[in-house]
């Protein structure tokens, strides 16, 4: 193509003054010609495009966001929490599937073999113990490293985990509930175990002691406690009476005032 | 912007391997045509910072939708197509955000003379025109719009376009004869 657009013209039209029906002769020859599409683009400014293309190129680069991220941060919550959140082992699909089937089996079991409900309320408790456990296993935390080498990692990286997996853990084993055979007490006696015992883990966590181990103490610990008292006391589920119900409220209360006491050792072996 | 430009690579083959995820295609790709875009799009947004979103958005929508493009007609037409309605996408979204103001693209008196020579008695019909048919003849003639696109730029219902636009033929008809 021989005519191209005068230069005044295009000087004009880049800064925005140009009138009407001169832009429109304009930008119907630019979307044809490489020559005048060229000497427009000398006349714009060269670190207003390299600004832009920083913006396109770090969304290319960037990571696809699943749809279970998405709806999290459109619910409001913060991305960098959501990412945190997405990243713990025993937030994904895979963890959530197996303490589901787990469940499962446990409500199947109270049901077919007239175990009571005894099965299932070992189980629900341990879930959240197990699940922060694994929160943490170094090795199978994609961003373990990240965490022990950040400042601001420690407590608040571990509350907000061990959060999520109590949430979820609870949730699960709420909904398992509801196929125990012999509905009443029972639907929620996994309740403040489930507090007692993953309270328990966190404040023991502060000692040298590991994570893993620990949450294994407290497992073994907790299921030879209630066939225990249940061969003491000769009744069953006695662990989930009255006593046992208070006393393990007593060791949340005290391993909340531990955790929050002893903050600072959340700061020093991360995920340890 | 010093690196390579592949100059043997026609825009629709820089496409092709943009499909086929060649990040450096993207590049020489966005150096050839996001001037144009920034430009042709400042003329239809006032807002400088919404203007550069649209950009990045559009070649973002590029990169993504690459893949699926079928070579037809020019790539510039392409990016065009996807940069109008990236913008259109966002001006809805900042519903409170300054439209488009016709009214404040007045030709000044040094166009006026630019323009008698180049484009005649056609240029003198468009100019008579009022703004508000000129912004809906750019456009649904121009920017290649439907006039549901078009009111949603303009911030107009459809039917207006419509109507502002058989006025506009109208005059423009009697204006050339």
Not at chain 2, 79 to 95: K, P
């Amino acid at each position: 193509m021989s005519w191209h657009v005068d230069e005044p013209i295009l000087d004009l039209y880049a800064s925005g003054t140009l009138g009407d029906p001169a832009v429109y002769s304009v930008e119907a020859h630019l979307v044809t010609c490489t020559r005048c599409r060229g000497e427009l683009s000398t006349r714009v400014d060269e670190s207003r495009l390299d600004r832009i293309w920083v913006g396109v190129r770090d969304r290319v680069d960037a990571p696809r966001a699943g749809i279970v991220e998405r709806l999290l941060v459109q619910a409001g919550i913060p991305s960098h929490v959501v990412r945190l959140l997405m990243t713990t082992p025993s937030l994904r699909p895979s963890w959530v599937v197996s303490v589901a089937v787990s469940l499962a089996f446990a409500v199947l079991a109270d049901r077919l073999v007239g175990a009571g409900a005894l099965p299932f309320l070992v189980l629900a408790p341990l879930v959240p113990v197990v699940g922060i456990a694994a929160a943490f296993a170094r090795p199978i935390d994609p961003v373990w490293e990240i965490g022990a080498a950040t400042p601001l990692g420690g407590f608040r990286l571990t509350m907000i985990r061990a959060a999520a997996v109590l949430v979820l853990s609870v949730a699960l084993a709420g909904v398992a509930a509801l196929g125990l055979p012999e509905p009443g007490w029972t639907l929620v006696a996994w309740l403040l175990p489930s507090l007692g015992l993953t309270g328990l883990t966190l404040a023991l966590s502060t000692t040298s002691a590991g994570m893993p181990n620990v949450a294994g103490a407290v497992a073994a610990t907790w299921s030879v406690g209630v066939v225990l008292a249940e061969w003491l006391a000769d009744q069953r589920l006695a662990a989930f009476d009255a006593r046992g119900q208070v006393l393990l409220a007593l060791i949340a209360v005290a391993s909340i005032v531990v955790v929050v006491a002893r903050r600072d050792a959340f700061e020093r072996r991360v995920g340890a | 912007m010093d690196q390579a430009s592949r100059p043997s690579e026609s825009d629709a083959d820089l496409v092709t391997a943009i499909g086929g995820g060649d990040a450096l295609a993207l590049r020489v790709l966005y150096e050839r045509h996001a001037a144009w875009l920034l430009v042709r799009l400042s003329h239809r947004c006032a807002d400088p910072a919404l203007v550069e979103e649209v950009v990045q958005d559009t070649f973002l929508a590029v990169w993504k939708g690459a893949p699926h493009y079928r070579g037809e007609g020019e790539v510039p037409a392409w990016i065009w197509g996807i940069g109008i309605r990236r913008l259109i996408d966002r001006l809805r979204r900042h519903r409170a955000m300054a439209l488009f103001d016709p009214l404040a693209h007045e030709p000044s008196a040094e166009d006026h003379v630019l323009l008698g020579i180049e484009h005649g008695d056609l240029a003198g019909a468009l100019d008579r025109l009022s703004p508000e048919l000129r912004a809906v003849l750019q456009a649904t003639v121009l920017d290649g719009l439907t006039s549901r696109e078009a009111g949603r730029l303009l911030g107009i219902p459809s039917g207006t376009v419509k109507t502002r636009l058989m006025r506009a033929r109208r005059e423009l008809r009697e204006g050339l004869a």
